[in-house]
């Protein structure tokens, strides 16, 4: 595990250590609270419920009631968060029911909101929570990406080509660019394909941080691949 000794699993285990880093916990948090929100509002409660129980969750989790079952032979860290949060779930339902059986305020979606928070295709909260695991991915490597080329001082570039990230660009679109940043056509070609390229790479960082293993790097970019490339199905 030398070669993944600074993974979000390291930060997990860590976590049962007295001298353990609650910055890097709160980072953790903060990166992967979009999915977990997702998640809570598929599960069918209402958004000010779903907010105050992600809270919740991430609370228990920062003071280390949840660490305790966190083994990264038992999988990646995507799978063990979605163990926790469904098992989290499993007690907020039955502390809801109660609430709703006493007149207390924590509710589950009426059929109006439910049809507001409906995902595409009605899929379950696992699904939702996977795609938007996935988009978070995305979105932390593109981030890295773009501050990579503003420390280069080259902002105007990347702007400039950065919508071609997700597509490849037609033979109109390079001589665009070529008359708007005064380059070669072919060179803004290389430039496109080493801003691609780069980005892989930090997608593949980004799921390494979540596993323990290279088999689980590869076996995490396929599930990545399979999930984006289903959601505009």
């Known amino acids: 595990m030398a070669r993944f000794a600074t993974t979000r699993w390291s930060l997990i285990l860590d976590a049962r250590e007295p001298r ?3 910055r890097a916990l709160e980072e953790i948090c903060r990166t992967y609270r979009t999915p977990v929100l997702a998640y809570v509002c598929r599960h069918g409660y209402s958004r000010t419920d779903a907010e105050d129980l992600t809270q919740e969750f991430f609370t228990r989790f920062l003071e280390g009631r949840w660490d305790a079952v966190a083994d990264p032979a038992r999988g990646h860290f995507r799978a063990y968060l979605l163990v926790a ?14 609430l709703k059986r006493g007149g207390g305020v924590r509710r589950i979606a009426g059929d109006d909101e ?5 995902a595409p295709h009605g899929e379950s909260p696992e699904r939702v929570f996977q795609r938007t695991w996935a988009m978070t991915v995305l979105d932390r490597s593109y981030a890295r990406l773009r501050d990579e080329a503003h420390r280069a001082g080259r902002q105007q570039l ?11 660009p037609a ?5 665009r660019m070529s008359n708007a940043l005064g380059m070669r056509a072919n060179t803004i070609a290389v430039a496109v394909h080493r801003l691609r390229a780069r980005l892989r790479e930090l997608v593949r960082e980004e799921v390494a941080d979540t596993c323990s293993s290279p088999e689980e790097v590869e076996a995490e970019l396929h599930d990545l691949r399979d999930t984006l490339k289903h959601i505009d199905d």
């Not at 990347?158 to 490849?168: D, G, I, K, M, T």
């Not at 033979?171 to 001589?175: G, I, N, T």
């Open 85 to 98: 949060i469904r098992r989290f779930l499993i007690s907020a339902d039955e502390a809801a029911n109660t």
């Open 20 to 22: 353990s880093s609650r």
């Open 171 to 175: 033979v109109d679109d390079y001589q």
């Open 158 to 168: 990347f702007e400039q080509l950065s919508p071609y990230l997700a597509e490849r």
């Open 114 to 118: 439910l049809e507001r928070l409906e």
